[in-house]
């Protein structure tokens, strides 16, 4: 009988992961949390980057350099200024698309953060917010990740995804 299904029918469509969501045990405590976080990049081709002059853009790409490098100094994965603008500096010269703003993987709080503290944040005329510019030379990538407070002691429970 499995000799006459198709391909199709016998392998699995799907090669994503699914949509999880959190698991409380009988006590409402947590046993699993899926939490998004977030890459960015740079696209250095984008018209908004062309368009604003290349003084303001130099002022506002050291004012993220700062936020980033105050922000991760204490970190696991500490940046200084200098390196990430010499490493923008070499994307804008490339002129890439995807040109990452930090390496490593931000929460949705820090990303929040980065807008806000952004000169490029939208502003605000009549009642209207203007698209920021931010919105469209930065990109975001969202993934998600499983955590497990009580690590792999309910994972045999609620199973998990080793497909990575």
Partial sequence: MAKNCSPAQSSRTGHGKPIRGSIY???N????????YYRLYFDFRAPSFTQIPKDSMNRMLDSLATLI???????????????????????????????PVYKY???YLELKEMRDCFPLAPHRRNTRSVPSPFSRIITQEEQSSRMNPFGSLAMRTIGACLWR
Wanted: glycine letters at 2%; zero cysteines; hydrophobic letters at 30%.
């Fill in 105 to 107: 993987n931000v929460s």
């Fill in 25 to 27: 045990d009988d006590d």
């Fill in 29 to 36: 405590r947590l046993i699993a949390v899926t939490a998004p």
């Fill in 69 to 99: 490098s105050n922000k991760y100094a204490e970190s696991v994965h500490p940046v200084s200024k200098q390196d990430l603008l010499k490493q923008w500096k070499k994307g804008i010269s490339k002129k890439s698309r995807y040109w």
